[in-house]
């Protein structure tokens, strides 16, 4: 910090040293607890938030460890694996004491599930929210599993308005900062830190025959079996193909309904995923929520503009007649799904803006935001 330099003519009792408190640095050894590394199978938006904040930490000179569930690959960090898909939620706290020990941060990333990191780590920790699951417990255990929607929906909402009643949260969009304060989390405890992107290699051509794709794991509130059923109404008018890449446990289900001119890719490479982003002519996203919709961003670095619904998160990541459309109904996704397919010069000029925009996003910003987030976090952590 720059020194201050007293003026001759101030009195003596001004030009006395003024004793300000120091800024603790940044915390050096920082670990996150999450559900999967990158390389396991289901991995998607998240566990690609957490591996680029680990990876660029660690390029500041952080020490950074994560541990998750299930299979884990080497990185640059350290990555630990403390058991299967669920089991790993009760073995955590012991994974952290047998493999990490002292600590400056501990985060944990909060999607659905909680740790309850704060009722047993005796240090600051910090809470990452890609999305508040509310309506989605329903959508994931419904019919005769209900009772396990509530008591999930119960259990997440006590975990990040109880727990974590003195951390801190970093929310990666303002709808997940807005639902956070619906279910009552405190304002001045909330942090937004957007999703970055990559700048993508050299541009693959645009496809000569209408292309549409939808990017994402095969879920229920991705809402594919939905974006199947108007692709009916929409093929007799466009023609083409719909591409839908990705896996999941929805995926056989989803093939029984698709019609013609479907094609499933599963997972791809990145090259693959850059190939097709760049010659859709549409992303569709028809999800019931997101936390950002990271698809979204990467498309638009493609010049690919995005049909999507009004939810929570994509409207955050679309902007509604500039970068894409966003429908509030199923006709009308339908219906500018249609519109962009016939109009190339519009298409061309949301792509543009689409393009313009997400530069604006990019990792090595959101990193230095979360590492700003996070000594904040241990700044105002009290035994």
Partial sequence: MPQ???????SARSRAPQHL???PPHPRRIVFLAHRDLDNPAAGGSELLVDRLAEGLTALGHQVTLICGGPAAYRDYKVVSAGGEFGHYLRARSAFARQVGETDLLVEVCNGMPYLAPLWHRGPTLCLVNHVHSDLWKMRFGGPLTPAARLGRRL?????TGAQHRSLMVAVSPSTAHALRAIGVERDRIRVVHNGVEEPGPRAERSAEPLFVAVGRLVEYKRIDLLLR???RV???TGGRLVIVGDGPERQRLEQLAGPGVEFAGHVSEAEKHRLLCAAWLLLHPS???GWGLVVTEA???QTPTVAFDVPGLRDSVVDGETGVLAHGESSFAAAWCTLALSGERRAAMGKAARDRAARYRWHRTVRQFRAVAAEAVRSWTP
């Avoid at 201050?4 to 101030?10: D, E, K, N, T």
């Avoid at 997440?156 to 990040?160: K, M, N, P, S, T």
């Fill in 235 to 237: 093929r007799p008018v």
């Fill in 4 to 10: 201050h330099v007293p003026s001759p003519l101030r």
């Fill in 288 to 290: 019931a929520v997101e």
């Fill in 21 to 23: 408190p120091a800024l």
């Fill in 300 to 302: 638009a670095t493609r």
């Fill in 230 to 232: 108007l692709w009916e």
């Fill in 156 to 160: 997440e909402q006590w975990a990040l």
